[in-house]
């Protein structure tokens, strides 16, 4: 781990994970290095997916993909894709369209029940592309890791859990490298925090194997010419290799106790 945040060195403690992404495949674009090393550390790792629900063909991929980053089976808000409506055959409401206190209590019932240490998910921004599932991913994640925390919100979504920290995954202005021209090529936009947001950047570099595995179970994506695994799938090695083998974050602290000892592992 790099960055203005001093690693602490805790024996047998490391944190366990809750990645709340948008749609399957961002667990492991956007996290999946800090996922496998928390995992082969020895911590609990888990993540919720907003979009997709279970009765499709990108969920069976998902469990593959989670399965071989060593985390727990898919857990599913289960809302449509706000542009597949593929995305939920039984005619599930899109999660840009969802009642917000009602997609907020979906998410605390997770947090609540997994009990993470650190939760994982969406920049403000959306990531590179401002996708909107992933902004208001990021909103109701914001809002549920705060109310996990307090007994009288949702109160039927089970002990109150109050995480230590959440981890905005993010890409700098000038952490974008390879990826811009990449995104560019197919018309895509590009979105990037000034450097400042940027708190912890994580070398995955040791996991980079198994995250490309684990993108690679996203097969419906990675077939495809404009999506990111796709794009990916089209480099030499070496040149992919240099774009996943490090994961950016931005730490926000929602806990009573600023300070806490909870952190990415490097």
């Known amino acids: 781990m790099t960055g203005p945040e001093a690693p602490v060195t805790q024996p047998n403690a490391v944190p366990s994970l809750l990645g709340v992404f948008a749609h399957p495949d961002d667990e492991s674009l956007l996290a999946g290095g800090v996922l496998a090393q928390h995992a082969a550390a020895g911590a609990r790792t888990a993540v919720v997916t907003a979009t997709w629900t279970a009765d499709t063909h990108r969920i069976p991929e998902l469990a593959e993909a989670l399965d071989v980053l060593g985390a727990d089976a898919p857990r599913l808000l289960g809302y449509a894709d706000a542009r597949n409506p593929a995305s939920a055959p039984g005619g599930a409401v899109r999660l840009v ?44 994640t914001l809002l ?3 109310a996990a925390g307090l007994p ?32 560019q090529g197919v018309g895509k936009t590009l979105l990037a925090v000034p ?12 996991w980079a194997a198994v995250k490309w595995a684990a993108i690679c179970a996203h097969r419906s994506e990675a077939a495809r010419p404009r999506p990111l695994p796709g794009l990916l799938a089209r480099l030499p090695e070496p040149e992919r290799n240099e774009i996943i083998s490090t994961e950016h974050f ?8 600023p300070g806490d000892p909870h952190q990415l592992v490097a």
């Open 195 to 206: 450097d400042a947001y940027v708190t912890t950047s994580v070398d995955v570099s040791l």
């Open 144 to 146: 549920a890791v705060e």
């Open 97 to 140: 369209d969802a009642p917000l206190d009602e997609a907020i209590g979906r998410l605390v019932a997770h947090i609540r029940k997994v009990r993470p240490d650190i939760v994982i998910g969406h920049d403000a921004l959306g990531q590179l592309t401002g996708h909107p599932d992933h902004r208001r991913a990021h909103q109701i």
């Open 152 to 183: 009288h919100l949702y109160p039927d979504a089970g002990e109150p859990w109050q995480p230590a920290a959440l981890y905005t995954a993010t890409h700098s202005e000038s952490g974008v490298g390879r990826l811009g021209p990449l995104l």
């Open 250 to 257: 931005t730490r926000l602290s929602p806990g009573p106790e």
